[in-house]
């Protein structure tokens, strides 16, 4: 049987490496793929070959290259314009972390090794927090020169936040011998102020949080954390109507309730909250409302630990 051979230098299936193909080389530094370096070619067919995530920066220029892998990782806010594009052009929310790791393999030819690294990245449209296990490591021509920069990765962004999410929940759990006393507004004040408290201890996941008792449908108490007190006016927030139809609501309007909202650890503004309606006891009802992180999606595994 008569095999068919390409004729592309760069070698491989899937999305990137038809994009690789089809792109304009010789409109980069590095000129069409025909003048390519044997360094260059064989590391490119190497990064496509491999279904890790991979990501190569090549030449003095940074030239991208990126695996169906990575893909995975990166939204259109970047694909496919980064493919061949210049890595600070790419990454400049990023590049005072990365750019010296960059050097340090380009220039001296030093590995680095970075675990559940947190490397915020531009997606979705917003800043957003993703962590990363990688290593940057020099590719090296045939003197031994080095040429670019190899990154093997791992997005392990759903790991951290279920650790530390786990860990939050720990922290607030209420020891079921209390559960009793959960009888009158009395009872129920100093545990409602130790829930808010413990909290505060995940402001990544929790910006700020405020829980309102309603006993005979009257709001009688607001307990807070510090980074609730701009917000802390209850005429602002919809409990009642959250009280009375049990069903968690989400506010996407915060802006144009208390104007520009920031808190720890994020400069971004705070646009969305969470309001959970809680039945404690008896006559006594509540609110818990919680803040979204400006720097993560509130997808279904945030709305769960909510």
Known sequence: MI???????????????DLIRQFDWRKTPLGPVEAWSDALVTTVNLLLASRHPMFLWWSPDLIQFYNDGYRPSIRADKHPAAVGQHGIECWPEIWPIIGPQIDAVMSRGESTWNTNQLVPIN??????????????SPVRDKDGA???????????????????????????????TLQSQLSEEQSVLPIAESLVKNLEDNPSDIPFAALYLLPQG?????????????????????????????????????G?????????????PISLAYLIPLRISGSINAVLVLGISPCLPFDDRYQTYF
């Open 3 to 17: 095999k068919r051979v390409s004729a592309s230098r760069i070698i491989g299936e899937g999305e990137l490496a």
């Open 123 to 136: 997606r979705n449209g917003k800043l957003e927090e993703v962590y990363w296990t990688y290593s940057y």
């Open 146 to 176: 080095v040429q670019g920069t190899l990154v093997v990765c791992s997005e392990t962004t759903e790991q951290v936040l279920s650790e530390r999410r786990l860990r939050s929940l720990l922290a607030i759990n209420v020891d079921s």
């Open 218 to 254: 009257e709001i009688v108490q607001a307990t807070l954390t510090e980074s609730t007190r701009p917000i802390s006016d209850p005429a602002k927030w919809p409990l009642l109507a959250v009280a009375r139809a049990q069903t968690p609501l989400l506010l996407k309007d915060l």
């Open 256 to 268: 144009e309730r208390f104007g520009e909202l920031r808190s720890e650890p994020w400069p971004e």
